[in-house]
């Protein structure tokens, strides 16, 4: 009888999970406004925090965010530090063979800045003998390091994004290459960026710089997979998403 009524609770409970997952570990780099950052008073706030708390509070659980550097979220997420990576990460193959991934929670496409004037496209050609900032462990690094630096530029990497635009702000770097959106609101729109501005088209090239970006989880765990999306499903159904979208962005930056 005890099983039989176990099984009827399962079936009727969408977020019932095979694990108790009352505490979510959301591994996230601070470095990437408007997704993530530090308010003044060091709090964490962005699209992916207010998104990782309206998907805690569906599941009735509690959000835990841990603050990692980009290239250390894969490892800390094998290594059981963190549970899931909600930080703008692109779904990607090379991705897929180590990590698992929910459904999308954002897109957006790939994009080169540097001085206004400069006449730099985001070619081989044009970037030859230049240096070019992108952030560790980011698609845009691989992308550089696979077409631009085989042709003679100088891929430097940092260990966040604020670090790559110091050196562009600086003219140690004479382009960046990042996410358009984040480059958009997080540094074009902000004092710091006068004299500064997009260069060439948005990049496109799914196998390297995919499609969507999504939550990264280990592989295995699919009944932390399973509830995010079905609660991402619910968000995206009574508007909440929307709601915490309009914060941020004033296009539809889902995507569809």
Do not use: H
Request: proline share 4%; aromatic share 10%; net charge neutral.
């Amino acid at each position: 009888m005890l099983a039989v009524l176990f099984a009827l609770l399962v079936a009727a409970s969408p977020y019932v999970l095979a694990k108790d997952w009352k505490v979510i570990r959301f591994g996230v780099d601070p470095s990437y406004p408007p997704f993530e950052s530090k308010a003044a008073d060091g709090s964490l706030v962005g699209f992916d925090i207010d998104l990782g708390n309206a998907l805690c509070a569906k599941l009735n659980a509690k959000c835990v965010w841990v603050e990692n550097d980009f290239d250390g979220m894969i490892p800390a997420l094998q290594a059981r530090k963190i549970d899931a990576v909600l930080s703008d990460m692109s779904v990607t193959e090379k991705r897929r063979q180590q990590i698992d991934f929910t459904d999308r929670t954002s897109f957006s496409p790939t994009r080169m800045v540097a001085k206004a004037g400069s006449n730099l496209q985001p070619t081989a050609d044009s970037l030859r003998g230049k240096n070019i900032g992108v952030e560790q462990g980011t698609i845009q690094e691989t992308y550089a390091k696979t077409y631009f630096e085989p042709k003679g530029a100088n891929v430097v990497s940092y260990q966040n994004q604020d670090q790559v635009y110091a050196d562009l702000k600086s003219g140690r770097l004479d382009a960046s290459l990042q996410d358009e959106v984040q480059a958009n609101f997080g540094f074009l729109k902000t004092p710091e960026a006068k004299g500064f501005e997009f260069c060439g088209p948005e990049l496109n090239d799914t196998k390297i710089l995919g499609s969507a970006a999504a939550i990264g989880l280990r592989k295995g765990d699919s009944d932390l997979k399973n509830a995010l999306n079905k609660a991402l499903a619910e968000l995206l159904k009574d508007g909440t998403y929307r709601t915490i979208a309009k914060k941020y962005f004033d296009f539809n930056i889902y995507g569809d």
